[in-house]
């Protein structure tokens, strides 16, 4: 009898808390086929995990706390398609907890996306954010930017539009107001006696007016690897998105460097999305790349199309061309292989995309 009661007791306790707090778990899985025109000098035909976006499994929580605040939460790792293993551990994608409010705006802790990414990607893409590919971001042979976020590649996703986590970061999103909302971040290094070492921060603010969207950004994150965490990279950026019927127009520019080898980087970049139909849709990009003396002057031109066929919202099948061609160096499309023997590489992938 008592063994009954202690049973209900737990049932009772484990109901009331199911009832005040609200938990969902996520995710997104992506894998196609990818071939490549020139990876060392030969063709590719390979398994593709994340070309169209990474795959993730993740779960978002939160507890009702009264008058308009609520205490919220998120844990999100990225895995490995063919293989099954995670990415910068379990939750290395983005961890966090914080609270809420209603009139005040968002304030939370732990392993954040910047807003680089925020701001410049799915607030000002807004509904077309679906359809841009990963291919269409940065990255080319401009290894003399030497960033140390990947070990080995020196300028894999530059400027930050793939969205990478900043470690040990308190954040702020304010409200929406009059459709103007802005947002900060610090990074705490955690040297004793030297508090800037190996810290960042982050700014982002966005205008929508109807159709239209204005967007800025702001991220300088310093690394160990660079001047003892005295230095780092610094990137801002500037874009906007505007709907003329039935087509999405956008324009980015982005600025990345490196505060200690004075290396930098310039991104011009243009496209159109346009719904060919209800469940169809193209985006076509173009960007220019353009590096400074500390980088031999390399410039690099890239075209970019994509059609993604939405059969329901949570499944979708895509594929994308990627032509790259670069003066001073050779050419590498983010998400290929490796890069090219010549200034010259074409990526083409097809595959399927599903959300739950």
């Known amino acids: 009898m008592e063994m009954k009661k202690l049973v209900l007791l737990i049932g009772a306790t484990v109901s009331v808390s199911a009832s005040?707090?609200?938990?969902s778990i996520y995710g997104l899985i992506d894998s196609g086929v990818m071939y490549t025109s020139n990876v060392g000098?030969?063709?590719?035909?390979?398994i593709d995990p994340d070309s169209q976006a990474p795959?993730?499994?993740?779960?978002?929580?939160?507890e009702d706390l009264g008058g308009g605040t609520k205490a919220i939460f998120k844990l999100e790792g990225q895995f490995n398609m063919n293989n099954g293993t995670m990415v910068n551990g379990q939750f290395g994608h983005t961890a966090y907890v914080g609270l809420k409010e209603e009139k005040y705006g968002t304030l939370t802790i732990g392993n954040q996306i910047d807003f680089m990414f925020d701001s410049l990607v799915p607030d000002r893409w807004g509904p077309a954010f679906p359809v841009i590919n990963a291919m269409n971001l940065r990255q080319s042979s401009f290894q003399g930017l030497n960033s140390p976020r990947i070990p080995g590649n020196g300028s894999f996703d530059f400027d930050r539009m793939l969205g990478s986590a900043v470690p040990n970061s308190v954040k702020y999103v304010s409200p929406t107001y009059n459709g103007f909302s802005f947002g900060g971040m610090y990074s705490f290094g955690g040297v004793a006696g030297n508090f800037g070492a190996n810290s960042g921060q982050s700014f982002g603010a966005n205008y929508h007016n109807g159709g239209f969207s204005l967007n800025g950004a702001y991220t300088y994150i310093k690394y160990a690897a660079l001047n003892?965490?005295?230095?780092g990279i610094r990137n801002f950026g500037v874009g906007t998105s505007w709907?003329?019927?039935?087509?999405?127009?956008?324009?980015?520019?982005?600025n990345t460097s490196n505060t200690q080898n004075?290396?930098?980087?310039?991104v011009y970049e243009a496209d159109v999305t346009y719904a060919l139909s209800t469940p169809l849709h193209a985006h076509f990009s173009y960007q220019y790349q353009k590096g400074n003396h500390v980088l031999n002057e390399q410039h690099v031109n890239q075209e970019?199309?994509?059609?993604?066929?939405?059969?329901?919202?949570?499944?979708?099948?895509?594929?994308?061309?990627a032509y790259q061609q670069s003066s001073g160096g050779p050419a590498w499309i983010l998400m290929a292989a490796g890069p090219a023997s010549g200034g010259r590489q074409a990526a083409f992938s097809l595959g399927l995309i599903h959300a739950f």
């Open 41 to 46: 000098g030969k063709k590719m035909l390979s």
């Open 228 to 231: 003892n965490g005295n230095d």
């Open 304 to 321: 970019t199309l994509s059609l993604i066929y939405m059969f329901s919202k949570r499944t979708s099948l895509y594929s994308t061309l």
């Open 262 to 266: 004075g290396a930098r980087i310039g």
């Open 20 to 23: 005040a707090q609200s938990v």
């Open 55 to 62: 795959d993730l499994f993740g779960m978002t929580g939160s």
């Open 243 to 254: 709907m003329v019927g039935a087509a999405e127009l956008a324009a980015l520019y982005t």
